[in-house]
Nanobody, 125 residues
Framework: VQLQASGGGLVQPGGSLRLSCAASGRTFSTYSMAWFRRAPGKEREFVAAIRSGGSPTFADAVKGRFTLSLDISKTTVYLQMNSLKPEDTAVYYC????????????????????WGQGTLVTVSS
């Protein structure tokens, strides 16, 4: 399984970006997919996740601004980021595992088996 993340770039505060993560070599049936990010000088942190049969879960820092959607036919997950802030600047990573993680564990990096290469998002004027 390979994950290809894309869509990062430079955007002004208040702007929007949509990140994509395409999974090749596997079809979606039972899954958990997530986005994490690592800001300069900080640890990788949870952003959002979606599980098969479940609703998206978001970190408090992005709730209300970011949305998560899934295109099963394209085996791609999208992270729509609106009202971006300078503190959203980070390298964003997508991650998957082909099982349904229990809800209390979706924020845990170690639960995910496959990771994409990361895409840089810079929010600056």
């Amino acid at each position: 399984v390979q994950l290809q993340a894309s869509g990062g770039g430079l955007v002004q505060p208040g702007g929007s970006l949509r990140l994509s993560c395409a999974a090749s070599g596997r079809t979606f049936s039972t899954y958990s997919m997530a986005w994490f990010r690592r800001a300069p000088g900080k640890e990788r942190e949870f952003v959002a996740a979606i599980r098969s049969g479940g609703s998206p879960t978001f970190a408090d820092a992005v709730k209300g601004r970011f949305t998560l959607s899934l295109d099963i036919s394209k085996t791609t997950v999208y992270l729509q980021m609106n009202s971006l802030k300078p503190e959203d600047t980070a390298v964003y990573y997508c991650a998957t595992t082909w099982r349904r993680i229990i809800l209390s564990q979706v924020r845990v990096k170690g639960e995910y088996d496959n990771w994409g290469q990361g895409t840089l998002v810079t929010v600056s004027s």
